[in-house]
């Protein structure tokens, strides 16, 4: 038998996730942070958003609910995830959502045609991609002009709490600094690349167990510093320099 692929290990991976409960889970881990950055998405009615390793759909139903119907028209967002039973869980979730759709996919080879998205965001899913170039590439082909990214990071270098868990994983991720990951979006050609720290204020009380850190103080140390947000913009191809206007 061969070896199975980067995206079949993931998918294995994530849908033992998924069957234990996981994707639902995660919402309470991440909702802090995500509705953080869905505020600085400046979501309007009629927007185009991808969510892209969607997981169980919580933050997909959560943007669903602000592009929705709107006097600019009826907005949608399309979840995409590497695990089928992620895309399941998600979809019989989301049966109230006339306006959300989960795909079965991969970041390295979306499954949406180019120039579609307003917006995209992704939850704490991108250091799990094998191949970050890859994936960039493709988000670059599935954006809008001007449209807008927000990449949500956990574990990375500068966040030494965060780093506790690369062994625990059972899938290799990167581990890059925020400076690496401006560096690589800028050399994908986005503009207005950012880089801003989001803190999880939840408080963590005296008795919670983890299984990830070392202990409660390095959870709340973890927190505090906060994951790594990545904003950037795809450039807007079809406007000529000025030097090219053709009269
Ligand atoms: C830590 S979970 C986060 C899920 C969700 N965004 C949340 O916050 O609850 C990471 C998700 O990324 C997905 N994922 C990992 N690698 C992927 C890839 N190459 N393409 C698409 N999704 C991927 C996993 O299946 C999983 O659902």
Wanted: with cysteine.
């Amino acid at each position: 038998m061969s070896e199975p692929s980067s995206d079949e290990r993931l998918q294995q991976e994530f849908n033992r996730w998924a069957e234990a409960g996981e994707g639902e889970k995660m919402e309470r881990h991440h909702l802090d942070i995500t509705e953080k950055t869905i505020r600085l998405m400046d979501l309007r009615p009629g927007e185009r958003v991808l969510d892209l390793g969607c997981g169980s759909g919580w933050a997909t139903r959560l943007l669903a609910r602000l592009v929705g119907e709107g006097p600019e028209g009826f907005g949608q967002v399309v979840g995409v995830d590497v695990s089928d039973e992620m895309v399941r869980q998600a979809r019989a979730a989301s049966k109230d959502f006339e306006n959300i759709l989960y795909v079965w996919g991969s970041a390295e080879k979306i499954p949406w045609e180019e120039n579609f998205f307003d917006k995209m965001l992704s939850v704490e899913s991108f250091y799990y991609y094998p191949d970050q170039d890859r994936a960039l590439a493709e988000l670059f082909r599935v954006m809008a002009p001007h449209g807008r990214m927000f990449i949500l990071i956990n574990l990375y270098k500068d966040n030494p709490y965060s780093l506790q868990w690369v062994d625990k994983l059972k899938v290799p991720v990167h581990v890059r600094s925020e400076a690496e990951y401006v560096e690589l979006l800028r050399k994908h050609a986005f503009e207005n690349v950012e880089a801003r720290r989001i803190p999880d204020d939840t408080p963590t009380p005296d008795d919670y167990q983890t299984k990830s850190f070392k202990s409660l103080d390095d959870l709340r140390a973890f927190k505090k510093m906060g994951a790594l947000l990545l904003m950037a913009s795809k450039p807007d191809l079809r406007t000529p320099a000025p030097g090219y206007t053709i009269y």
